[in-house]
């Protein structure tokens, strides 16, 4: 079975990559290394000894999107991974995240409609339902108005794929809606190679403890929460890959039991900054300098997932926890220069 992985150099996209060629699909990756790097595709290879065919395309140009699926008419499968993923940065430049987030998935979509393709598998983020009135988040929880254009697109992508699901009848399709992904593969082969400054806590945390970064800003202690800082559910990149594989096997296998489904990816366990920090220095022996600062705009207060779906009706649940997580990403870390 062929599968084509759209920015599969990613960090979630290549750790994706590793579990199908491990499960001994033949992949195909799409990427056009804006937010990534070729030394990926030989991380994957060092992990997995095999070498799967790469195609450095941007999915902007829709004549190259065409011209892609002509030359490959025998893909089983779609995992899309690609889009810009940059909350702040989706603030300053919104027509480049419209642009790249919408346009590229309806490309994608129109070829496969041109040549009858079916399975497809949507990256999507718990971003699109903003502070959750209840808690735990479950897929059923409504959609606020998203905080970012980032969390927009995704609730749009979404949209636009139920849309199209509902009236194509062999076209099958799952959103994935994940909370916080953090980690790396434990060979350290692969992981995530923020560009610039690290947005996220976990390379920030990282590159502080590694004295690429004076000290990490705790963005506000003064949440409504039991030590004020924000809540969220890190969920290992590793367990996030494998669902992937799991969810497209649903799809191929007809197991779905609607065309269009959507699960919350997490591994239900919510967690503090403050805990985040204490656990990283516990489980890597590290001091991690750090101060309080103010909030950061548009951060939500706390986000964990309701699982019961993920885990009985797709047959998924996470393995690792935050500890594992954080171990990996030091091991990782530690062997950028
Ligand atoms: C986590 C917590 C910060 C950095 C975003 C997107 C989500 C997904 C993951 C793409 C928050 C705090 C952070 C720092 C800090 N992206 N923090 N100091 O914002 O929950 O989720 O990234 O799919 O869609 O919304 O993740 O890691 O940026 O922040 O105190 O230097 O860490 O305030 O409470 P976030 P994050």
């Known amino acids: 079975m062929k599968v084509l992985v759209t920015g599969g150099l990613g960090f979630i996209g290549s750790h994706t990559v ?43 140009d829709k004549s190259k999107v065409a011209d892609f699926f002509e030359n490959h008419q025998d893909i089983d499968g779609v995992i899309h991974f690609a889009a810009s993923k940059a909350v702040g940065e989706s603030v300053k430049k919104p027509l480049l995240y419209y642009e790249n987030n919408i346009n590229t998935l309806v490309y994608v979509l129109q ?27 479950n897929e059923n929880a409504p959609l606020k108005k998203a905080e970012s254009p980032y ?17 194509h009848e062999i076209f099958k399709a799952i959103s994935l809606r994940y909370f916080n992904p953090i980690g790396a593969h434990p060979s350290a082969e692969i992981g995530e190679l923020p560009i610039g400054i690290p947005q996220n806590l976990i390379p920030f945390i990282t590159q502080t403890a590694a004295g690429k970064r004076d000290m990490l800003s705790v963005f506000g202690n003064d949440y409504p929460t039991a030590d004020g800082t924000c809540i969220r559910d890190y969920i290992h990149v590793m367990d996030l890959a494998q669902a992937h594989v799991v969810a497209l096997e649903r799809l191929m296998k007809n197991k779905n039991k609607k065309t269009y489904e959507i699960f919350n990816l997490g591994t239900g366990k919510g967690n503090s900054v403050l805990e985040v920090i204490k656990t990283f220095e516990k489980e890597t022996n590290q001091k991690l300098p750090y101060k309080i600062t103010a909030r950061r705009e548009g951060d939500i207060i706390s986000a964990y997932a309701d699982t019961k779906k993920a885990n009985e009706e797709l047959g998924w649940k996470a393995k690792f926890n935050l500890a594992d997580s954080l171990k990996s990403a030091w091991k990782w870390q530690q062997k950028q220069v």
């Open 151 to 167: 969390g927009n697109t995704k609730q749009i992508g979404e949209q636009i794929i139920s849309d199209y699901a509902k009236d």
């Open 111 to 137: 070829e496969m409609r041109r040549k009858q393709l079916t399975n497809f598998i949507f990256s999507s983020s718990c971003t699109v339902y903003g502070q959750a009135d209840e808690l735990p988040i």
């Open 18 to 60: 590793v579990c199908l060629l491990n499960e001994g699909y033949e992949v195909v990756i799409i990427d056009n290394l804006s937010n990534s790097s070729i030394s990926v595709l030989e991380g994957i290879t060092r992990i997995t000894e095999k070498s799967p065919e790469f195609c450095k395309i941007d999915l902007r």
